[in-house]
């Protein structure tokens, strides 16, 4: 009974097919291989316009490098209290750009809003004595399993140009954010004013590649001694280019995507059918956040379920009580209905006898 992250879950086996297949004969090394060249193609073709782009193995390498091309060691990025890059990423983004800081904003359900932006904006009354802002990053999927909407990111995205500032999107759930908004990649990044993307893969099938597409080429042209300097230009780059080309042909990333979120819907019925539980929010992607008794959730682990309690309320959309957990469920490309059934049998029976 897994359902403690996307990562967890093995690797789609098109993807694992098309690593073994590019592995014959010798092609140019350091993303110069025609298989990079090819997954590069096939973003701009996706994002309707043209894109630099730059393949990496980790999300946290492309989310700091990303943000390393937009902001300088003396700037700062707005991002919100819960996002993966003030949280997660162990100072990488502070690394790689040189010392800029973080500086969260807050926000309903994991998002942040222009409003808010303006208001954390008007504390930087100091000159130079401050960091200059710079960036917006925002998170899509949120941390909370939530989803800008594209009007939404086109409003700060609108914001964003009017302050003279970069916005960035940590996508490592872009997939699944498409997948359930039905509006298009374009519609949801450059169209509504995003400057780069960090495209996730690896949380949705692959073994290990994302991608940042700069969809402004004006940051973009230092970008490869950036990545360089990180130690993140592989020297057999092919293998990140053909797990990105199998990944997108067909619409396979948009295949993985809607069957982890329909797990999700499913498991949050199961739950939220049961008395002792509530959902924390709606589920709009892959991930489910529920309340439920910290004795029902102490039974749910000792009988084997693999999840996580998670920080705080949520962020604002759920009232934990003093008795009470929050959790966070997340389903996969590989989650099984037979998997949800379990876990929904086992916690309603758990619910009405604990022991």
């Known amino acids: 009974m897994e359902f403690a992250s996307d990562n967890t879950s093995g690797v789609h086996p098109r993807i694992l097919d098309a690593i073994g297949a590019c592995n014959d004969g010798t092609v140019a090394s350091y993303g110069a291989d025609p298989f990079s060249a090819s997954a590069a193609a096939r973003l701009?073709?996706?994002?309707?316009?043209e894109v630099q782009v730059r393949l990496v193995a980790t999300g946290t390498a492309a989310n700091a490098l990303a943000l390393s091309a937009l902001v300088p060691p003396y700037g700062t990025v707005f991002c919100h209290g819960d996002a993966h890059i003030n949280t997660d990423e162990c100072g990488a983004p502070e690394l790689f750009t040189g010392g800029a800081k973080l500086t969260p904003v807050a926000g309903r359900a994991a998002k942040i809003t222009p409003e808010a932006l303006e208001a954390a904006h008007a504390t930087f009354i100091r000159g130079f004595h401050q960091q200059l802002p710079a960036a917006v990053a925002i998170t899509q999927a949120t941390e909370f399993g939530t989803l800008y909407t594209a009007e939404q990111i086109a409003a700060i995205g609108a914001w964003c140009r009017g302050k003279g500032l970069r916005l960035h999107m940590d996508g490592?759930?872009?997939a699944n954010a498409v997948a359930a908004l039905g509006a298009s990649?374009?519609?949801?990044?450059?169209?509504?004013?995003?400057?780069?993307?960090?495209f996730g893969a690896t949380k949705n099938g692959a073994m290990g590649v994302e991608a940042v597409v700069f969809f402004d080429p004006k940051p973009a042209e230092r970008f490869a001694f950036l990545v360089k300097r990180a130690g993140h230009v592989i020297s057999k780059g092919r293998y990140l280019g053909a797990q990105m080309v199998a990944y997108l042909e067909g619409g396979l990333w948009l295949e993985t995507a809607r069957?982890?979120?329909?797990?999700?819907?499913?498991?949050?019925?199961?739950?939220?059918?049961?008395?002792a539980i509530r959902l924390a929010a709606p589920v709009e992607a892959n991930a489910v956040f529920a309340v439920m008794p910290r004795s029902l959730h102490e039974a749910l682990l000792a009988a084997g379920a693999h999840y996580y309690d998670w920080p705080g309320d949520g962020p604002g959309l759920a009232v934990i009580g003093s008795g009470d957990v929050l959790v966070r469920f997340v389903c996969s490309f590989l989650t099984r209905p037979d998997e949800i059934d379990r876990i929904a049998t086992l916690a309603e029976r758990l619910s009405e006898d604990p022991s």
Do not use: C, Q, Y
Request: charged share 20%; no cysteine.
């Open 185 to 198: 990649p374009a519609e949801l990044t450059w169209k509504a004013g995003v400057d780069v993307l960090s």
């Open 259 to 275: 069957h982890a979120n329909s797990m999700a819907t499913r498991l949050a019925g199961r739950l939220g059918a049961i008395p």
């Open 44 to 49: 701009a073709e996706l994002f309707e316009t």
């Open 172 to 174: 490592a759930r872009f």
